[in-house]
């Protein structure tokens, strides 16, 4: 019996949820897994209600299952950060949830700004760290507010952290078993200490993997050849921070923030899953959001499970509608509404 958590959210979280929701519930009919949910209301409504963020207890609520699917975080009437750094930062931390799991996948028929791209030149996978760098909020201010001010922001790099990070990706790579290459992005040539540290942990690490091919490239040209030669990359590793930024990019490639998931994962301990768009408030109730985001989290959610037929049968039910039916990923202009596209991959992992 897996025991999932289940978090909907602010925004739009709640209606994607429970999309992603009614999928993982054709696959386990399908395939006969058993589960159980429980739902936590944190986010915005609950902090405006109450005034706190996340209850004390919540860590050790969550370690309680085997997995966490969360809807989105964000909400219109909080400041920018409360809820971010409060909850999903705060959760990421706490549960030391030390990857950050993105796969950069285009769908067939999905549109992408790439010219002369499509799903073939278009299927990698971003590990980024996910408890370090810029976001431990290590810094401060001196003299704040005055024409002398001062602002840091220091980025803390452990080696342990750089190399479970760096051999949860070599792992990956081997068992996704695709290009078996690894790519470390960074910035060896400006950030000398924590770079070279990741590199000197990447360069190690290699040696026990000698069945990996290996690449170096730096962020701003990992941009570039994302763009350029897709094709080029199969598994990339990277710090927080630039995780961040070309997982965005990366969204972009493969169709936008209805369809990118990710997976924030402890891999000794529970994993919490979600569409990595955002809460997406001005859409809340229309019925109009793409849930294929968070029924593709919940794809992740099932095959970090074991559950592996189950998982497999939603990335085809998942590629069927969008390569027979969608007309786009864009929130409004699927052609079908949130819950008619739930019910179309529930409906084609049944058949499948
Ligand atoms: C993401 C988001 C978060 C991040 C924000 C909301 C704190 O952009 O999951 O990529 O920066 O990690
Ligand atoms: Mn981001």
Redesign the pocket.
Known sequence: MHKIAVIPGDGTGPEVVREGLKVIEAAAQKTGFKYETQTFDFGGDRYLATGEVLPESAADDLRKFDAIFLGA??HPDVKP?IL??GI??AL?FALDQYI?L?PVKLYPNVWTPLKDKGPEQIDFVVV?E?TEGL?VGAGGFLKKGTPDEVAVQESINTRKGAERCIRYAFEYTRKRNKGMKLTLCGKTNVLTYAFDMWERAFNEVAKEYPDVTTDYAHVDATCMWMVKNPEWFDVIVTD??F??II??LGAMIQGGMGIAA?G?INPEGVSMF?P?G?SAPKYTNMNVINPLAAICAGQMLLETLGETKAADLIDKAVAKATGEKMKSMAAGKMGYSTTEVGDMVAQFVMEG
């Open positions: 975080i964000g950060g971010e750094k999903l930062l990421r950050n993105r980024r996910n976001y927080n921070m995780g961040d997982t965005d990710g924030n979600e990595i955002g």
